[in-house]
């Protein structure tokens, strides 16, 4: 099967050149039968990426110790499920699945346009041909995941050689959520590879009009949404599983997870500008560019060990590799856009500052000061090697200190911007859409510090988070009010019908309350607490309204390791709320350990406790607990984001017109005897 994967491999990489060559032709010569077999060699290599992938996975799930990267990243005690994360835990199988979840991607374009848009799909193809090239290069030759063990045999002849069992897998991989968490992350950053070939090959070709705006939105908002739940499911396994009390650290692989998410969402926002005006058409061409880099530059991050990361792989020599590969990317884009700069030219300009175009350029501008500030802090130890030799990392408060304001900024024109009219908003339409959320977000924030908050980002966020709130639910209310006044039915009901009308402009309103709600969770950031000490069994600890109790402590050998586990009884006010059970793991196969948090999770707050070891003074089993205000209202929020990007992408039903007889008149034969009624701008399927 070893030989079967990487034959597969190989021969996907000769379609591969194939297909990027014969496309290439078939731009110049425009032959159908040759622009059918450049199509048709691109899903080849789809499929053959697929069989060399099955053929990885078969060699986990049999447990066939010759090959050397079974042997790094599995045991034969390991748990069935958790083979699954075993394939992605290496350098080799993440960039083979990389290579696979591409191929998906890829295949679904070429087979769903094959008999569209002839005059684009070549340049496409060449395009993701390219992009698979590279990451093939490195399966087949610099980062293969099918080498077998071997050692010298007599007269210096090299034999395979099986081991009977492996190192196993890294503890904080043997969780569940690392079975969906990288395939979902690993989703979002090859999505973008979509729109950024559209986007290539359409100033390439000088595609006219907007079509390829309209053929990429729904590419970008999967990768996008894919991305959203990727980045949430890291930060709650960061959380739950890496036992320092946090879901969000500043991270440089975090970081390289949010910069393509940051510049993904402005162009999601600033597309509706080429859409509706005909602007800033140079803008979404570089945001699409950038997205798709920094992808390549996130995964650089996390390979190279050019910065240290919990999330990293080793240090390996693949970095040249993929700085080439940026390089190149970027020189390609550079050149296209130079070479075609006039066809991105705007059809209008900005009428006025207080205009949903205005808004949407401040949020570009906001979100690349935020891509900005965090790839500098984030290669910033890189940076000061480079100059003054040695490295000096900005942590947790450089972060927070520039992105808190840019943060609530954007929460700001998150309420702002859907509101404001096109071209010109009048003084009296503002008074009308923000006058009272407004007011009322400035009495909570009133009554937030009558109630003793003192934290000037928290009492800004409490106002800003109840006027974004509430300029959503007036959209949904006034869209609602019009048709139940037309249909006679509830308002419950006309919100849904509302919303299945223009699913991307309310399936949007309700991502943005998600957002809310992530940046509500956020704000208990403010407010946490934490202790840590000794605890034998019979001790207690005190930690806000929570009384904690060491009950029981006990030592266990599982199949795959050995754990020490301590029961703790919780009490509120006398009563006892729950047992939790935080354990500590060690793993003989690999000689690595673990920790497995306890967390009693509540809309208010998170009692977070994790058994931190013993003590080397006096052996006695030390806890750390924390007190995490809020800290539900992020997953909260980020379900509700996941939610309202899928509706964004569902398609439109269209509106059923209902027909009246018109008022004191007969009908004649010949004239008409009804009038339709008409539709506001809240029924458009359109807008």
Request: hydrophobic share 50%; charged share 10%; net charge positive.
């Amino acid at each position: 099967m070893d030989l079967f994967g990487s034959f597969a491999l190989l021969l996907a990489f000769l379609c591969g050149i194939y297909a990027f060559c014969a496309g290439i032709a078939a731009i110049r010569t425009r032959k159908p039968l040759l622009i059918k077999s450049a199509r048709h060699a691109g899903m080849a290599v789809c499929v053959l990426v697929w069989i060399g992938f099955a053929s990885l996975a078969y060699l986990f799930f049999t447990d066939n110790f010759s090959m050397a990267y079974v042997v790094e990243h599995s045991n034969r005690t390991l748990a069935t499920f958790f083979k699954f994360p075993a394939i992605w835990a290496g350098q080799e199988g993440s960039l083979l699945f990389w290579s696979f979840l591409l191929s998906i991607y890829v295949f679904s374009a070429l087979f769903a346009y094959r008999k569209k848009h002839p005059e684009l799909m070549p340049y496409v193809g060449v395009v993701l041909a390219g992009i698979q090239l590279f990451f093939l290069t490195l399966n087949n030759f610099i980062a293969s995941p099918f080498k077998v063990m071997g050692m010298a045999g007599p007269g210096g002849v090299l034999q395979w050689v099986s081991r009977g069992d492996g190192q196993g897998l890294n503890p904080l991989l043997q969780y569940p959520e690392m079975i969906i968490h990288p395939p979902v992350l690993y989703s979002g950053y090859t999505g973008f590879s979509i729109p950024f070939a559209f986007a290539l090959a359409a100033l390439l070709g000088r595609y006219p009009g907007e079509k390829w705006i309209h053929l990429t939105r729904r590419w970008t908002m999967i990768a996008w949404g894919f991305q959203s739940a990727g980045i949430l499911l890291g930060a709650h396994w960061a959380y739950a599983v890496l036992g320092w009390g946090g879901y969000w650290s500043w991270d440089p692989v975090e970081n390289a997870s949010l910069m393509p998410w940051l510049t993904g969402t402005a162009f999601l926002h600033s597309v509706m500008m080429q859409e509706k005006r005909g602007m800033m058409r140079v803008w979404n061409v570089w945001l699409v560019f950038t997205t798709f880099l920094l992808t390549i530059l996130g995964t650089t991050l996390t390979r190279t060990g050019l910065v240290s990361s919990v999330h990293a792989f080793a240090q390996s020599d693949i970095g040249p590799w993929f700085f080439g590969f940026i390089g190149l990317g970027f020189v390609v884009c550079l050149v296209a856009f130079w070479k075609n700069r006039d066809y991105l030219r705007s059809d209008n300009s900005l009428d006025s500052l207080v205009s949903r175009e205005s808004s949407f350029l401040f949020n570009n501008l906001i979100l690349l000061v935020a891509v900005v500030a965090v790839l500098s802090g984030t290669l910033f130890p890189v940076l000061s090697e480079w100059v003054r030799g040695t490295k000096i990392s900005v942590g947790a408060p450089f972060f927070n200190r520039v992105n808190l304001p840019i943060g609530l900024f954007l929460l700001f024109l998150t309420g702002v911007g859907p509101l404001l009219a096109w071209r010109k908003t009048s003084m009296a339409s503002l008074r009308r859409n923000f006058g009272g959320p407004l007011a009322i977000g400035v009495v909570a924030g009133g009554v937030s510090v009558a109630l003793g908050l003192r934290n000037f980002y928290v009492i800004l966020c409490v106002i800003l988070s109840v006027f974004v709130t509430l300029t959503i639910l007036l959209e949904f209310y006034r869209g609602a009010r019009v048709i139940s006044a037309r249909s006679g039915s509830n308002l419950l009901f006309s919100a849904g019908t509302l919303t299945m009308r223009n699913t991307r402009r309310y399936g949007g309103y309700i991502v943005h309350f998600g957002i809310v709600l992530i940046f509500i969770g956020i704000s208990g950031t403010a407010f946490n607490q934490d202790k840590q000490m000794e605890m034998p069994v019979g001790a207690q600890m005190d930690i806000g309204p929570y009384h904690l109790t060491h009950q029981a402590f006990d030592t266990t050998q599982e199949t795959n390791y050995s754990t020490e586990k301590a029961t703790i009884a919780v009490d509120r006010d006398g009563q006892q709320m729950i047992m939790l059970y935080p354990e500590h793991r060690f793993y003989p196969s690999n000689q690595e350990s673990g920790t497995m948090v306890a967390i009693y999770s509540t809309l208010k707050e998170d009692l977070y406790v994790v058994y931190a070891g013993r003590s080397p003074d006096t052996n006695q089993p030390v806890i750390h607990a924390y007190l995490n205000p809020l800290v539900k209202w992020i997953w909260l929020g980020g379900a509700i984001v996941i939610l309202g990007t899928l509706l964004a992408l569902m398609p439109n039903q269209q509106p059923s017109f209902a027909l009246r007889t018109t008022e004191g008149r007969v009908p004649v034969p010949g004239s008409p005897a009804m009038a339709p009624i008409s539709v506001s701008r809240y029924e458009s399927p359109h807008e």
